[in-house]
């Protein structure tokens, strides 16, 4: 299964909500979303990064919540569609921010070559998170507990004040599951590859 047809899956299994239909549309028919980078640099920068990135974001963030101690001490436990929103949107932000371009590197000979690479050009920098939540927000309604988990889901690694972050953790407990996965994902599963 590609990673189109199993986001493809698991958004129609588990996003039922009013108005996810139309968000669906717009993620699959006119946004760049399942050919967009992840960054323009390091995780998954390459076609089709973001939808991976998604992807990996929902496995880390299953995992996550599926621990006894997270079930049991921290009472942690929430709908398939909520996990699946804050995982797989969390980073809608980032549609339509990547273009194609080139910069200059050495290769192993010291000779200077020119590499394919992306361009970040965010033409609505409306922020990270709060912007990825406004979009969503266009389509369809998000608990409380989900917008602050996609707000937030960069956590103490954002330029956010740290005290606000904390607070979201502290209010928002699926706020801090979702860093921890969207962290999993990024520096373990697609950080660079180490020679």
């Not at 239909?21 to 980078?37: I, N, V």
């Not at 996990?83 to 980073?91: E, G, P």
């Not at 988990?149 to 706020?175: C, K, Q, W």
Request: include cysteine.
């Amino acid at each position: 299964m590609t990673n189109l047809e199993r986001f493809k899956e698991l958004y129609k299994t588990h996003i039922q909500r009013e108005g996810g239909d139309k968000l669906y549309d717009y993620l699959m028919s006119t946004s760049d979303f399942a050919t967009a980078p992840a960054s323009t640099r390091f995780h998954g920068a390459y076609e089709g990064g973001l939808l991976e990135h998604s992807l990996n974001v929902y496995d880390c963030l299953c995992d996550y919540l599926a621990r006894t101690r997270v079930k049991d001490v921290y009472g942690m436990d929430y709908t398939a569609e909520t996990v699946a929103i804050a995982a797989l949107l969390h980073d809608v932000c980032k549609i339509g921010c990547y273009k194609k371009g080139s910069r200059n590197v050495k290769d192993a000979n010291g000779v200077w070559q020119s590499v394919p690479t992306f361009e970040f050009d965010d033409r609505l920098p409306y922020g990270h998170g709060e912007k990825s939540v406004y979009i969503i927000s266009g389509y369809m309604k998000l608990t409380r507990e989900e917008a602050f988990a996609i707000r937030y889901h960069m956590g103490f690694s954002s330029t956010d004040d740290a005290r606000n972050v904390g607070a979201a953790f502290e209010m928002f407990p699926l706020a801090f599951a979702l860093s921890v996965a969207d962290s999993e994902a990024t520096f373990f599963l697609e950080g660079q590859k180490k020679s």
